[in-house]
C-alpha cells in the first residue's frame, strides 16, 4: 500500500532553516506529481509546493516561493522541502502528499506530517 513517511520538522528559530524529507513507498514513484501542504490550528490546510514527476517543474505558494525549494529523488523515492529564512507564520505541521500523474492537488495519499514550531 502507499505510504508516505515525512521527517526533519522540529523547533525553529526565525531566520533559520530547515529540511523536511517524505520517503514515499508502495507505487511507482517517478510516475506521479508531489506536493507539500501545511495544517494550522483549526484544520486549515493550505498548499505550499508541488513538483512534476521528473522534478522539471515546481510550484510555489506565493509567500514562500523566494524562501522554500522543492526537489524529488526518484532514485530513493524521496521528495524534500528546504526551508529558508523561517518565520513564525511557518509554523504549522507540514504533509506530503501523492498526486496524480497530471496535478500534485489530486491528491490520493497523504502522509502523517511533521510539525515545525518555534520556540517563544
Known amino acids: 500500500q502507499v505510504q508516505l513517511v515525512e521527517s526533519g520538522g522540529g523547533l525553529a528559530q526565525p531566520g533559520g532553516s530547515l529540511t523536511l524529507t517524505c520517503a514515499a513507498s508502495g507505487f511507482t514513484f517517478d510516475m506521479y506529481q508531489m506536493g507539500w501542504a501545511r495544517q494550522f490550528p483549526g484544520k486549515v490546510l493550505e498548499w505550499v509546493s508541488g513538483i512534476s514527476h521528473d522534478g522539471r517543474e515546481t510550484w510555489y505558494l506565493t509567500s514562500v516561493k523566494a524562501r522554500f525549494t522543492i526537489s524529488r529523488d526518484n532514485s530513493q523515492n524521496i521528495v524534500r522541502l528546504h526551508l529558508n529564512d523561517l518565520k513564525p507564520e511557518d509554523a504549522a505541521i507540514y504533509h506530503c502528499?501523492?498526486?496524480?500523474?497530471?496535478?500534485?492537488?489530486?491528491?490520493?495519499?497523504w502522509g502523517q506530517g511533521t510539525q515545525i514550531a518555534f520556540s517563544s
Open positions: 502528499a501523492k498526486g496524480s500523474r497530471w496535478s500534485y492537488r489530486e491528491v490520493d495519499a
